[in-house]
């Protein structure tokens, strides 16, 4: 006599569940919706922390920038640098280019504008950045062909022209070489002399990079910098390095404190852990509200399995004179509510998977699909089932016979 | 079979004790055919559930084929109430949504019987109580008569050594009621103990030995010739 063998429970559960098919989908439902909401949303987090990762990966390694002017808002870099003022001076630049070797390894300056730039008939919208030789080292973004300009370009301010690959593919035909091409920026002709490597972000590759000689002379009038690029010697002493030219510059602009200052440095490890910090948070947040959603589903559980419990007491009776034992009843609710949990589960991961996977190929959203999500929604979603299916199913298994049979 | 010594059976009621059977002795041989009979409240039908092993004494002794029951966990009066009672209601106690041979086939599952086993022997007790062709209908596409013998080959199907019947012709009409006794008889006569518990005193009569009670007490135990109707 043998045991009560899972299958039956099986049996009796699927047999149950089949006969009410649209509240079962109801209540599977829940679940369903929590799972995938917990998938899609940690994908969606995941894709945004990776979309900043890479966004500041691409800026350069061990980088600091000084900006001219305040602070603004929040964040400390600055996407858009074409409405900056520029506050440096050659002094400032040269000063940062006087630092030994094992303090800078480059320094460029860097001051930009929107422009219009032309090429025959055809024309498209870039930022237009002027520079010197050092940008392409410290932001790690280098022509894929044709080449950077020299210093003696600087030198000469000669009208040449680094393009980047999204003004190259929005000017040129595919495959035309550009190379000796006359190009209009603003009205002013330019010689394309190379090709920017792509880099993904919209904003990096719709970029032209002209002498800030040149750009000075044609493009802004001034004779300052919006901000000076800097690649620190290493990345421990970066912090330092930061206080230090702070402190010089603010000694050589004649200002006492940060607070009064005409321009502040930004630190590349500060973007970093702000970045992430920010879209750990954001993930976490995500992933809480889906979890809440999954508890809710769960207690949906529980409420049908109640109802369950109570309409079929005499049912319950009737097995126990037949000699259904706690367990055999138990084992039979609990079945049926793990059943719908992990049947919610399962079609939630389906529809997660497909709804992060569509707002990524649709939604032009960043989605970073883990398998430790699916694997804890869907673990979450089996432990609900238990928990929440566990007390209907122990209220079941606790009745007593004669009173169930009485039920009516 | 069944032996019933000093048994008593009390519900506590707020702060009233509530004796439903008073220090009982009763015994059952095997292959008797026991009519007990009382009005209702008169304690018939706890006396029943603990002979269905559905409820514990509060004192006294009760040894079902020679085991004691009283120091049973539920789980083992549940494995006795599987092995060797079969329970007859009046209301049938079917499940609705099952089909008869699938209603009988249920103690055969919690017997641990495998499924082909189990089919063959569900389909062969239906055969006995002549509901052949009836197999495959749900409870509420039978008559009462049907659903009664349905009910009662489900009780017989792990060949239990007695049958337990509460009221089994209460919710049918004289004619089926009688056929349903006379499968009775013939079921006794193939060696089941049969107990029925009734407030009828024509149904009752229908039994070998009938046995009397009245506010928790035996009143007469007889056999059914010498009972004075």
Same mark, same amino acid.
């Given at each position: 006599?043998?045991?009560?063998?899972?299958?039956?429970?099986?049996?009796?559960?699927?047999?149950?569940?089949?006969?009410?098919?649209?509240?079962?989908?109801?209540?599977?439902?829940?679940?369903?919706? +929590?799972?995938?909401?917990?998938?899609? &949303?940690?994908?969606?987090?995941?894709?945004?922390?990776?979309?900043?990762?890479?966004?500041?990966?691409?800026? +350069?390694?061990?980088?600091?920038?000084?900006?001219?002017?305040?602070?603004?808002?929040?964040?400390?870099?600055?996407?858009?640098?074409?409405?900056?003022?520029?506050?440096?001076?050659?002094?400032?630049?040269?000063?940062?280019?006087?630092?030994?070797?094992?303090?800078?390894?480059?320094?460029?300056?860097?001051?930009? @504008?929107?422009?219009?730039?032309?090429?025959?008939?055809?024309?498209?919208?870039?930022?237009?950045? $002027?520079?010197?030789?050092?940008?392409?080292?410290?932001?790690?973004?280098?022509?894929?062909? +044709?080449?950077?300009?020299?210093?003696?370009?600087?030198?000469?301010?000669?009208?040449?022209?680094?393009?980047?690959?999204?003004?190259?593919?929005?000017?040129?035909?595919?495959?035309?070489?550009?190379? +000796?091409?006359?190009?209009?920026?603003?009205?002013?002709?330019?010689?394309?002399? $190379?090709?920017? %490597?792509?880099?993904?972000?919209?904003?990096?590759?719709?970029?032209?990079?002209?002498?800030?000689?040149?750009?000075?002379?044609?493009?802004?009038?001034?004779?300052?910098?919006?901000?000076?690029?800097?690649? @620190?010697?290493?990345?421990?002493?970066?912090?330092?390095?930061?206080?230090f030219i702070e402190d010089e510059l603010l000694h050589m602009h004649r200002i006492a404190s940060m607070d009064a200052a005409d321009f502040y440095i930004a630190n590349q490890l500060d973007l970093l852990s702000t970045m992430e910090g920010v879209a750990g948070t954001f993930t976490l947040l995500l992933a809480s509200i889906a979890a809440i959603s999954l508890i809710v589903?769960?207690?949906?559980?529980?409420?049908?399995?109640?109802?369950?419990?109570? %309409?079929?007491?005499?049912?319950?009776?009737?097995?126990?004179?037949?000699?259904?034992?706690?367990?055999?009843? &138990?084992?039979?609710?609990?079945? %049926?509510?793990?059943?719908?949990?992990?049947?919610?589960?399962?079609?939630?991961?389906?529809?997660?998977?497909?709804?992060?996977?569509?707002?990524?190929?649709?939604?032009?959203? @960043?989605?970073?699909?883990?398998?430790?999500?699916? &694997?804890? @929604?869907?673990?979450?979603?089996?432990?609900?089932?238990?928990?929440?299916?566990g007390y209907p199913a122990y209220q079941a298994s606790k009745l007593d016979p004669i009173e169930a049979l009485r039920y009516e | 079979m069944i032996k019933i010594k000093n048994l008593s059976r009390y519900y506590q009621m707020g702060p009233t004790t509530v004796k439903a059977i008073d220090d009982i002795d009763l015994s059952i041989g095997g292959g008797e055919f026991v009519?007990?009979?009382?009005?209702?409240?008169?304690?018939?039908?706890?006396?029943?559930?603990?002979?269905?092993?559905?409820?514990?004494?509060?004192?006294?002794?009760?040894?079902? !084929?020679?085991?004691?029951?009283?120091?049973?966990?539920?789980?083992?009066? !549940?494995?006795?109430?599987?092995?060797?009672?079969?329970?007859?209601?009046?209301?049938?106690?079917?499940?609705?949504?099952?089909?008869?041979?699938?209603?009988?086939?249920?103690?055969?599952?919690?017997?641990?019987?495998?499924?082909?086993?189990?089919?063959?022997? !569900?389909?062969?007790?239906?055969?006995?109580?002549?509901l052949e062709g009836r197999e495959f209908h749900l409870p509420n596409e039978l008559s009462g008569g049907q659903r009664q013998r349905v009910a009662i080959a489900r009780a017989l199907a792990v060949n239990p050594k007695i049958l337990l019947a509460d009221e089994p012709t209460g919710a049918l009409d004289t004619k089926t009621g009688a056929q349903i006794m006379d499968l009775?008889?013939?079921?006794?006569?193939?060696?089941?103990?049969?107990?029925?518990?009734?407030?009828?005193?024509?149904?009752?009569?229908?039994?070998?030995?009938?046995?009397?009670?009245?506010?928790?007490?035996?009143?007469?135990?007889?056999? !059914?010739?010498?009972?004075?109707?």
């Amino acid at each position: 006599m043998k045991t009560f063998k899972f299958t039956e429970s099986l049996k009796m559960s699927l047999r149950s569940i089949t006969s009410n098919k649209i509240r079962s989908f109801l209540t599977a439902l829940g679940v369903m919706i +929590g799972v995938a909401a917990v998938i899609t &949303l940690v994908a969606l987090g995941n894709g945004s922390q990776k979309a900043v990762e890479t966004s500041l990966q691409s800026l +350069g390694s061990n980088l600091l920038i000084v900006y001219s002017g305040q602070p603004k808002g929040p964040s400390l870099v600055r996407r858009n640098t074409t409405n900056i003022a520029p506050a440096l001076s050659k002094d400032d630049l040269e000063f940062i280019k006087s630092l030994p070797e094992s303090m800078v390894l480059h320094a460029a300056p860097e001051s930009s @504008a929107s422009g219009q730039v032309k090429y025959g008939n055809t024309n498209t919208g870039a930022t237009v950045v $002027g520079t010197d030789t050092g940008y392409a080292a410290i932001r790690n973004f280098h022509p894929i062909y +044709g080449s950077f300009f020299t210093q003696s370009d600087i030198d000469a301010r000669k009208p040449v022209a680094v393009i980047g690959s999204q003004v190259y593919k929005d000017l040129f035909d595919s495959g035309f070489d550009p190379l +000796g091409q006359k190009i209009r920026i603003n009205g002013i002709g330019f010689k394309v002399i $190379g090709i920017m %490597e792509e880099k993904g972000s919209s904003s990096t590759d719709t970029q032209v990079f002209i002498p800030i000689s040149t750009f000075q002379k044609y493009i802004s009038g001034s004779s300052k910098y919006a901000l000076i690029n800097i690649q @620190a010697a290493n990345l421990e002493t970066m912090r330092e390095l930061q206080k230090f030219i702070e402190d010089e510059l603010l000694h050589m602009h004649r200002i006492a404190s940060m607070d009064a200052a005409d321009f502040y440095i930004a630190n590349q490890l500060d973007l970093l852990s702000t970045m992430e910090g920010v879209a750990g948070t954001f993930t976490l947040l995500l992933a809480s509200i889906a979890a809440i959603s999954l508890i809710v589903g769960g207690i949906g559980i529980m409420n049908i399995m109640l109802v369950a419990v109570t %309409e079929r007491t005499r049912e319950i009776g009737i097995r126990m004179s037949l000699g259904a034992k706690s367990k055999d009843i &138990l084992s039979q609710f609990l079945t %049926e509510a793990i059943i719908l949990s992990v049947g919610g589960g399962l079609i939630g991961i389906f529809i997660g998977i497909s709804a992060a996977y569509g707002a990524n190929r649709f939604g032009g959203m @960043a989605s970073v699909i883990s398998v430790q999500s699916i &694997l804890l @929604a869907f673990g979450f979603a089996v432990i609900t089932g238990l928990f929440f299916g566990g007390y209907p199913a122990y209220q079941a298994s606790k009745l007593d016979p004669i009173e169930a049979l009485r039920y009516e | 079979m069944i032996k019933i010594k000093n048994l008593s059976r009390y519900y506590q009621m707020g702060p009233t004790t509530v004796k439903a059977i008073d220090d009982i002795d009763l015994s059952i041989g095997g292959g008797e055919f026991v009519s007990i009979i009382g009005p209702s409240g008169s304690g018939k039908s706890t006396l029943m559930n603990i002979i269905g092993c559905l409820d514990s004494p509060t004192s006294g002794t009760y040894t079902l !084929a020679g085991e004691e029951t009283a120091a049973l966990s539920k789980d083992m009066l !549940a494995e006795i109430r599987n092995r060797h009672i079969g329970f007859v209601f009046q209301n049938f106690n079917l499940l609705p949504r099952e089909s008869a041979v699938e209603n009988v086939e249920l103690p055969l599952i919690y017997a641990g019987v495998p499924v082909k086993e189990r089919r063959q022997r !569900a389909l062969e007790i239906l055969k006995r109580v002549d509901l052949e062709g009836r197999e495959f209908h749900l409870p509420n596409e039978l008559s009462g008569g049907q659903r009664q013998r349905v009910a009662i080959a489900r009780a017989l199907a792990v060949n239990p050594k007695i049958l337990l019947a509460d009221e089994p012709t209460g919710a049918l009409d004289t004619k089926t009621g009688a056929q349903i006794m006379d499968l009775f008889r013939e079921l006794q006569s193939e060696g089941v103990t049969l107990i029925m518990v009734t407030h009828d005193r024509d149904v009752a009569a229908q039994g070998k030995r009938i046995v009397e009670i009245r506010d928790g007490h035996i009143l007469t135990d007889v056999p !059914a010739e010498e009972w004075e109707k």
